[in-house]
């Protein structure tokens, strides 16, 4: 698997458990869930600047404890799940770090307000006409 952040398969921590929902006999014998956690607070590869954007924009998903979470249990083989877990948070990371563009105002158009005021007085001179009967 190539991960665009470098070697942060070696602060995760794997937990597994039965995976709910439909599966018939298999979801009752196999640990297919897969729950990826990562100390944000505590990693050694993050800067203190890269944490508190992470601790910012993934705050929903980070708790109390600094910990981020990753839950898959969409497949029904474990290792797959785990892969999937990898791949969601090398995601996330991705998303947190790139920068939205400034948006540059543009200037409205003279002939867009022209085409306005023109519109207006003939609406004003249809209402005037009204009056006059």
């Known amino acids: 698997m190539n991960e665009p952040m470098g070697g942060f398969n070696s602060e995760f921590v794997f937990k597994t458990s039965r995976s ?24 050694t590869l993050l800067n203190s600047q890269q ?3 992470i601790l ?14 990753v839950v898959m ?8 799940n785990k892969q999937l877990a ?6 996330l990371l991705k998303q947190c770090f790139v920068k939205k563009k400034k948006r540059v105002p543009t200037k ?11 519109n207006k007085k003939i609406n004003s001179e249809r209402k005037k006409d009204r009056q006059k009967h």
């Open 56 to 69: 910012e924009k993934l705050d929903s998903r980070i708790s109390k404890e600094g910990i981020l979470q």
């Open 86 to 91: 990898i791949k969601k948070f090398y995601e």
């Open 108 to 118: 409205t158009p003279r002939s867009v307000k022209e085409k306005r005021l023109k």
């Open 73 to 80: 249990q969409t497949e029904r083989s474990q290792l797959a």
């Open 51 to 53: 944490k508190s954007i």
């Open 20 to 43: 709910g929902g439909k599966g018939g006999q298999n979801v009752n014998k196999v640990s297919s869930k897969v729950e990826l956690d990562f100390d944000v607070l505590n990693s």
